[in-house]
């Protein structure tokens, strides 16, 4: 079955960076479509990111300018680079895509969830 893998959280000072991972399971799937999400207790989740099939992205006002999405076909993968990291930034990773097969929309699949953690 496949699924999308997320890696790469952690604890971080705040002005620290880090870089999340998110691989499709299977190579016979290609991600489309892909965002990311993030979410606090309390909080409704919060759209972070996305980048689509032609590499066009787009960012929360919050993340604009010290996140970066990007991916990489050959690995089926998306990352999300988080650099000047806040404390506000604290929060559970969430990777979302269109996965597709043989050129044809598959579904739609969610990553596990992913602690970032930025200390003061």
């Known amino acids: 079955q496949v699924q999308l893998v997320a890696s790469g959280g952690g604890l971080v000072q705040a002005g620290g960076s880090l870089r999340l991972s998110c691989v499709v399971s299977d190579s016979m799937f290609t991600i489309n479509v892909a965002n990311w999400y993030r979410q606090t207790p309390g909080k409704q989740r919060e759209w972070v990111a996305t980048?689509?099939?032609?590499?066009?992205?787009r960012y929360a006002d919050s993340v604009k300018g010290r996140f970066t999405i990007s991916r990489d076909n050959a690995e089926n993968t998306v990352y999300l680079q988080m650099n000047n990291l806040e404390p506000e930034d604290t929060a559970v990773y969430h990777c979302?895509?269109?996965?597709?097969?043989?050129?044809?929309?598959?579904?739609?699949?969610w990553g596990q969830g992913i602690q970032v953690t930025v200390s003061s």
């Open positions: 979302n895509a269109a996965i597709y097969r043989s050129g044809r929309f598959y579904d739609t699949y």
């Open positions: 980048i689509t099939s032609d590499d066009s992205t």
